[in-house]
């Protein structure tokens, strides 16, 4: 647990935040965590006037069942599915993430991810990440899914693609060129095909959040457009 209220909290309650593994730049750890999706939470609970502490997750995968059993209240980094919308609501969204594909093979520029499963490529991805309905669909038949290797560690995925255990590392772009420019893995470039862009969402607890509470959330989203925009360019640079 990492405490990030002050004792204007003291008699109020605490929302608590499930974070994952580490995911640069988004999430890291030293030992607290930082990176965007920490400070972009610490901003938007503060100005909505709602005490936050943070609780680290065995893995990104764990969250929504943390978080459906009542155990979490909030999780960031949130990709909207009909599914999830089931068991959280949703916020405005903050940023925006595309998921992309690296490898350290050379591949035609035109190939798309079903043409790439089809030809008997494999693939490495977060168990705990949504991709998008192609990935999904793709998911679905036996023989594609066999070549899906789903592991919890990003740094455990790029270095099997980079040894090349694996052909291909499907990982949001910001978080694949952390990589690549801050732990030397120059030998991955990124294929032109988009897997997936789409908006990022907090997602929030239906057993701790009312409709004020979700419309405060959303105002400090929309007033904070700016300051989060600066603190995703701050790590950004940071990763260059």
């Known amino acids: 647990m990492f405490t990030t209220h002050s004792q204007a909290c003291a008699n109020r309650p605490v929302y608590k935040v499930g974070i994952g593994s580490q995911w640069p730049p988004f999430v890291m750890y030293n030992p607290t965590p930082y990176g965007i999706d920490i400070e972009v939470t610490k901003s938007v609970f503060a100005n909505a006037n709602l005490c936050i502490e943070f609780i680290q997750l065995p893995s990104s ?6 978080l459906e059993k009542g155990l979490i209240d909030i999780l960031p980094s949130a990709s909207f599915s009909v599914e999830r919308a089931k068991v959280a609501y949703f916020s405005a969204p903050y940023r925006r993430e ?31 990440a949504y991709y998008g309905e192609e990935l999904k669909q793709i998911k679905k038949i036996e023989w594609y899914d066999k070549r899906l290797f789903e592991i919890s560690s990003l740094e455990r995925r790029v270095e099997m693609v980079a040894k090349g255990r694996v052909d ?40 701790a959040f009312n409709r004020s509470e979700i419309d405060r959330i959303n105002t ?3 007033s904070l457009s700016e300051t989060i925009s600066d603190i995703s360019k701050k790590y950004r640079k940071d990763s260059e």
Not at 61 to 66: K, M, N, S, V
Not at 168 to 182: C, K, P, S, T, V
């Open 98 to 128: 595309r998921m992309r594909l690296f490898s350290n093979r050379e591949i035609g520029p035109n190939s798309s991810l079903i043409e790439l499963f089809s030809s008997g490529h494999t693939f490495t991805s977060n168990p705990g």
């Open 168 to 207: 291909f590392l499907i990982e949001d772009e910001d978080a694949g060129y952390y990589y690549i420019n801050q732990l030397g893995y120059h030998s991955l470039v990124l294929h032109p095909y988009v897997v997936n862009d789409n908006a990022i969402h907090f997602m929030l607890g239906r057993h």
């Open 61 to 66: 995968a764990r969250g929504i069942t943390e």
């Open 220 to 222: 400090a989203i929309k």
